[in-house]
């Protein structure tokens, strides 16, 4: 049996730092924030580039207190991918704003820049690029244009914790960045937790207020705030895992270059990487136009996989007030179509991944690749 991700495995390799530090807040009793909450959000502030990171109870939490810090409500226009997971944009809703989406380029899946423009309206006040994957959306042109119009850009670095754009780590380039360390995530904690970062101390200074109640003292409440607070257990955990996330990545971008390697020759498409970035690879998504028969095939191996993502958010039930239908943004329908994500986590052997191989080889020689 080849897993998808083996979360047990990575316990077991970090496990005495792991349980000294989680046993360490249950004697100081620091269950909620609490020093190693601190100490996490200097060590993702320091490692992100930032000046500051608060950290918050869940990925959806950050999104939702950076659209509140960026004033963002009722009749402001949030621009989007639909190709993201739906956090991105129930964060948009339940700010009051308007999700407005804008199709991707099939290449990076990652939001198209050429067709923001477009999407601008007088009510236009955000822009959210989602750095699917764990490949950075391509920030410079689509800053310049935010620049432009006045608006403010939210990163969606839910999946991309280390990755690079042309040198600088994402999250930390645009005003605002969000971060999940929901278990399966690149950075996971031993439950959920999330983290916004930024460079401009009046942001951080609201999210952490917004946060705990709106407070700064003790039930004195000067904004209408929420219980978004980190625990002190999942701060120690990954307190103790920033010590291990670059070399967790680096695995993750060497059997990424493997996977590339031995795929390609078969004729599957494999993910693009853009020299001037620093893919990290929560998904190693291939895309194919036989994904079900293909998966069905993997699976009577013993090999699973996934699908990120089969409904793309325009298409969900949950949003159809949005009133868009299948052709509305063909590019990215046909990636939710095709996107096949194969076995990728840290501490996958060679051999785990050559089983992988052998199967996907064994397709390609019957079937073909596409
Ligand atoms: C995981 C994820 C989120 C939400 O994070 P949670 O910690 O699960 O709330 C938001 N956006 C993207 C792109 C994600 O992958």
Excluded at 118 to 145: F, Q, R, S, Y
Aim: with cysteine; aromatic share 8%.
């Amino acid at each position: 049996m080849i897993p998808f991700v083996d979360l047990k495995l990575q316990y077991r390799s970090i496990k005495d730092d792991v349980d000294a530090a989680v046993l360490q807040v249950f004697e100081n009793a620091s269950f909620v924030l609490g020093p190693e909450v601190a100490e996490f959000e200097r060590l993702f502030a320091d490692y992100v580039n930032v000046e500051h990171a608060v950290a918050v109870n869940s990925g959806t939490s950050a999104l939702h207190l950076a659209m509140l810090a960026a004033d963002l409500g009722p009749g402001d226009e949030v621009i989007t991918t639909p190709m993201t997971f739906i956090a991105t944009v129930s964060a948009i809703d339940y700010a009051g704003a308007t999700p407005v989406f804008v199709d991707i380029d099939p290449d990076t899946l990652n939001i198209d820049h050429t067709r923001i423009e477009a999407a601008i309206t007088p009510a236009t006040k955000a822009i959210v690029p989602v750095h699917l994957h764990g490949l950075p959306a391509d920030l410079d042109p689509l800053l310049e244009i935010a620049e432009r119009h006045g608006l403010t850009v939210i990163e969606d670095a839910a999946q991309s914790h280390g990755a690079e754009y042309r040198g600088r780590r994402v999250g930390g380039i645009a005003r605002i960045g969000c971060f999940s360390f929901y278990p399966g995530k690149n950075l996971g904690a031993y439950g959920e937790g999330g983290a916004v970062v930024t460079n401009d101390p009046d942001i951080a200074h609201k999210v952490s207020m917004l946060r705990d109640w709106g407070s700064e003292q003790r039930y004195h409440h000067d904004l209408k705030g929420f219980n978004y607070r980190m625990e002190g257990v999942q701060g120690a955990v990954l307190r103790v895992k920033m010590a291990h996330i670059e070399n967790w990545t680096e695995n993750r971008r060497r059997l990424a270059a493997r996977y590339d390697e031995l795929l390609r020759p078969l004729g599957y498409r494999t993910p693009a990487a853009p020299a001037d970035l620093r893919h990290v690879y929560h998904v190693y998504a291939i895309r194919t136009t036989k994904r079900e028969e293909i998966q069905a095939f993997l699976s009577e191996r013993e090999i699973a996989s996934g699908i990120h993502y089969p409904i793309p958010v325009h298409l969900q039930k949950a949003f159809a007030e949005l009133g868009h239908t299948r052709g509305d943004f063909p590019l990215t329908e046909a990636a939710s179509d095709e996107v096949l994500s194969l076995p990728m986590f840290p501490e996958m052997t060679n051999d785990q991944q050559d089983v992988v191989v052998a199967a996907l080889t064994e397709w390609a020689e019957t079937k073909g690749a596409d």
